[in-house]
């Protein structure tokens, strides 16, 4: 069956510093996003991606941070600068684009940042 | 505009009663909803979802949910609870396009 897969599981980095989490999304989905869960709290939405630019954003995601999808496999999330309170898991998920349709969100396992 | 309510932040029972978790939506179009599950550590899967078929849908392990446009709400239901169950249940509502917007959660817990 196939699956969103993200890289690293785990990421410890220290204030500051930059980051990068990739995902691979299924590959016929066309619609890509990246949420966070800080922990205990609830999943909140970061941005969306479609057709190679952004579609949407939240306030969450401010200068710091970027998408990308180099080569048309990865969608990677960059935050260039690191702060403590940017410590959570961010999911990464894709669905089709089937007309008409809303389809699911398929989920990665996520990838845990911790912040020092 | 879309948002998600989600009634119980918590819900415990017993292991062979039934399960019920409650989801109220707000949305200014015909939504698509949708239970995903997250086991501790654990990412996020889907239980079922509603596209406007059948208001009555079934998921995976036993669930089910009932898409009641007048009372905008969208319960999450199992019979009988199991052990496995004990999660984190997310009601989720979609648009056509754009942000899937997701509820706070609700913590379920089994007991034995």
């Known amino acids: 069956e196939p699956e969103v897969t993200q890289t690293p599981s785990h990421q410890v980095t220290q204030m500051g510093q930059e980051v990068i989490l990739r995902c691979v999304p299924i590959?016929?989905?066309?619609?890509f996003y990246w949420y966070r869960q800080i922990l205990g709290q609830k999943v909140e939405f970061l941005v969306s991606?479609?057709?190679?630019?952004?579609?949407?954003k939240s306030e969450i995601f401010d200068d710091q941070f970027s998408v990308e999808r180099p080569d048309g496999s990865n969608f990677t999330l960059k935050i260039r600068s690191t702060k403590l309170e940017d410590s959570a898991m961010y999911f990464c998920?894709?669905?089709?684009?089937?007309?008409?349709?809303?389809?699911?969100?398929?989920f990665g396992e996520g990838s845990r940042l911790t912040v020092l | 505009a879309q948002s998600v309510t989600q009634l119980d932040s918590h819900v415990s029972v017993s292991e062979g009663t039934p399960v019920l978790l409650r989801c109220n939506y707000s949305?200014?179009?015909?939504?698509?909803l949708f239970w995903y599950v997250q086991h501790p550590n654990k990412g996020l899967q889907l239980l079922l979802k509603?596209?406007?078929?059948?208001?009555l849908v079934k998921g995976i392990n036993g669930f089910e949910a009932e898409f009641k446009k007048s009372e905008t709400s969208f319960h999450l239901t199992k019979p009988s609870a199991h052990m496995s169950d004990a999660a984190e249940y997310f009601c989720?509502?979609?648009?056509?396009?754009?942000?899937?917007?997701f509820g706070d959660g609700t913590t379920l817990t089994v007991k034995p």
């Open positions: 509603y596209t406007s078929a059948a208001t």
């Open positions: 949305s200014s179009y015909s939504p698509s």
């Open positions: 998920a894709s669905r089709d684009g089937l007309a008409g349709e809303v389809g699911e969100l398929f």
């Open positions: 590959s016929n989905h066309l619609y």
């Open positions: 989720v509502v979609s648009p056509i396009a754009g942000k899937s917007t």
């Open positions: 991606f479609y057709n190679n630019e952004i579609s949407e």
